[in-house]
């Protein structure tokens, strides 16, 4: 059993900034990759930003150069740090990771969102 906890979600003003947090508790064998996505009303999540185990990272086109991607992974935590929001940045956020559980299986696990909105 692997849980995804997540936080910093909020309202703030165009311009301004926040940080979001995410960490995977339980059989953890190994973390291949954790990530971002966000969902507006709809039925599709985009892609925000993504790091894997090497270091590599991906953003989307919308948020290069004002999202940042990072990794604590002795607390088996990823952040996203949002600097100069938008208003079309409003939208639920999910973190995703994938990792090998203690059984040696391979499984995507889904934080269960937080709200942020950006208004002013």
């Known amino acids: 059993q692997v849980q995804l906890v997540e936080s910093g979600g909020g309202l703030v003003q165009p311009g301004g900034s926040l940080r979001l947090s995410c960490t995977a508790s339980g059989s953890i064998f190994s973390i291949l990759a954790m990530g971002w996505y966000r969902q507006t009303p709809g039925p599709q999540r985009e892609l925000v930003a993504a790091l894997n185990s090497g270091g590599g990272t991906n953003y989307a086109d919308s948020v290069k150069g004002r999202f940042t991607i990072s990794r604590d992974n002795a607390k088996n935590t990823v952040y996203l740090q949002m600097n100069s929001l938008k208003p079309e940045d409003t939208a639920v956020y999910f973190c995703?990771?994938?990792?090998?559980?203690?059984?040696?299986?391979?499984?995507?696990?889904w934080g269960q969102g937080t709200q942020v909105a950006v208004s002013s």
């Open positions: 995703k990771t994938t990792l090998v559980d203690l059984r040696g299986s391979f499984n995507d696990y």
